[in-house]
């Protein structure tokens, strides 16, 4: 698949002002539900009226989902308010009567995505379609499900395409209900810089309080969208009700939004800018010859240990190395996280230059 700016044809002709955004409630409730929620919405920077009408839940037992049924109040909601509507489909079932319906906009969820099975029964089902089509990356950090779905649905030629980032799950202890991993969103978008890129802040979070933080990082990180879980009575949604946001809320944040430009032609912000940036190229070459330092002494260590028949690993230097560099990082203003990633990689790559070196 080539990147072309013909994949932002959908996005680039709403002319918007201000970044897209999709917002409604995690599930449609009742019909009094979605028809509150969406006028609340009307007149507001709010493009596409989200609604989950089948609910894909982790453990079975919880709601999920109104069903079909659903799909009549959402046409309702764009009888009375303008709005377009927008909703997850998990099978070719679902595409059906969604089309069938009208629904504007249709989006694969996390939990397909990691299934090309159902990815291609979707992309089939959806063949030629000029309705939206967004994809949520896979549940888990797999850049590749997420880059094949992509593909899956354009060999189907479906042209209004676009990807929703919403967090990662993971067994480490997070403040995240999804961590973000925002450099596989940024991948992504490297490799294709015209897809459109939505943020999902909502399921990233699991919390209200947190959303407009990962929204405005989003923003910094020159996301195209958000889509926000938003409910005239959060506490009480039948779905992710830690999540929601209401409405008030939802334009409150959007008024604090700071907005970037892409860029600016100011001819001293240019000159800082390419400043700054020739030193990053310096210090990362400076970084690389470092690393590259460091693991010679390693291969000599290697060589030391082979001589004397020693196992590459000892935990307790390792650990003792760890704690030093997470302190010295921390009055640099590095975080904990960041260094035990950083030297988590630096050690695994001294292993693997050990084991080659005891292994000869
Ligand atoms: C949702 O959008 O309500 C949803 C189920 O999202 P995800 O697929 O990201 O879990
Ligand atoms: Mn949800």
Same mark, same amino acid.
């Given at each position: 698949m080539e990147n072309s700016p013909a994949?932002?044809?959908?996005?680039?002709t709403?002319?918007?002002?201000?970044?897209?955004v999709i917002a409604g409630p995690c599930s449609a409730e009742t019909e009094k539900q979605v028809l509150d929620i969406a006028h609340e919405l009307k007149d507001t920077d709010v493009s596409y009226y989200r609604a989950g009408i089948w609910k894909p839940r982790t453990r079975p037992g919880n709601f999920e989902g109104v069903g079909a049924i659903g799909l009549k109040w959402l046409q309702r909601v764009q009888e009375e308010t303008g709005?377009?509507?927008?909703?997850?489909?998990?099978?070719?079932?679902?595409?059906d009567l969604a089309l069938e319906h009208n629904v504007? =906009?249709?989006?694969?969820?996390?939990?397909?995505?990691?299934?090309?099975?159902?990815? $291609? /029964?979707?992309?089939?089902a959806l063949e030629g379609t000029d309705k939206i089509v967004l994809i949520k990356n896979p549940v888990n950090p797999d850049l590749s499900l997420w880059l094949g779905a992509v593909e899956r649905l354009h060999k189907s030629n479906i042209k209004n395409l676009g990807v929703i980032h919403r967090g990662f799950s993971t067994y480490e202890k997070s403040k995240y209900r999804n961590i973000?991993?925002?450099?596989?969103?940024?991948?992504?978008?490297?490799?294709?810089?015209?897809?459109?890129?939505?943020?999902?802040?909502?399921?990233?979070?699991?919390?209200?309080?947190?959303?407009f933080d990962v929204s405005q990082t989003a923003l910094d990180l020159n996301f195209d969208g958000l889509m926000i879980e938003t409910h005239c009575d959060p506490e009480n949604a039948w779905s992710d009700a830690a999540?929601?946001?209401?409405?008030?809320? =939802?334009?409150?944040?959007?008024?604090?939004l700071k907005i970037r430009k892409e860029?600016? $032609? /100011?001819?001293?912000?240019?000159?800082?800018?390419?400043?700054c940036r020739a030193q990053i190229d310096i210090i990362d070459n400076q970084l690389i010859e470092t690393l590259g330092k460091r693991m010679k002494v390693a291969d000599e260590i290697g060589q030391l240990k082979k001589q004397r028949n020693v196992a590459v690993l000892q935990t307790n230097r390792w650990?003792?190395?760890?704690?030093?560099?997470?302190?010295?990082?921390?009055?640099?203003?590095?975080?904990?996280?960041?260094?035990?990633?950083?030297?988590?990689?630096?050690?695994?790559?001294s292993i693997n230059h050990q084991e080659k070196i005891i292994n000869r």
């Open positions: 994949l932002r044809n959908w996005l680039d709403m002319n918007l002002s201000h970044p897209l709005l377009k509507t927008a909703i997850e489909v998990a099978n070719k079932n679902h595409v504007d =906009l249709l989006w694969i969820g996390a939990r397909s995505t990691v299934s090309p099975f159902i990815v $291609q /029964e979707i992309a089939e973000p991993e925002w450099q596989l969103a940024i991948e992504l978008q490297t490799r294709f810089p015209d897809l459109p890129l939505i943020n999902d802040p909502s399921h990233i979070t699991g919390k209200r309080d947190m959303v999540q929601q946001v209401t409405p008030a809320k =939802l334009v409150q944040m959007m008024q604090d860029t600016d $032609q /100011e001819t001293e912000y240019n000159t800082i800018l390419s400043n650990n003792a190395i760890l704690g030093k560099m997470i302190l010295e990082g921390e009055s640099k203003g590095l975080s904990e996280e960041f260094v035990l990633k950083l030297f988590k990689a630096i050690h695994q790559e």
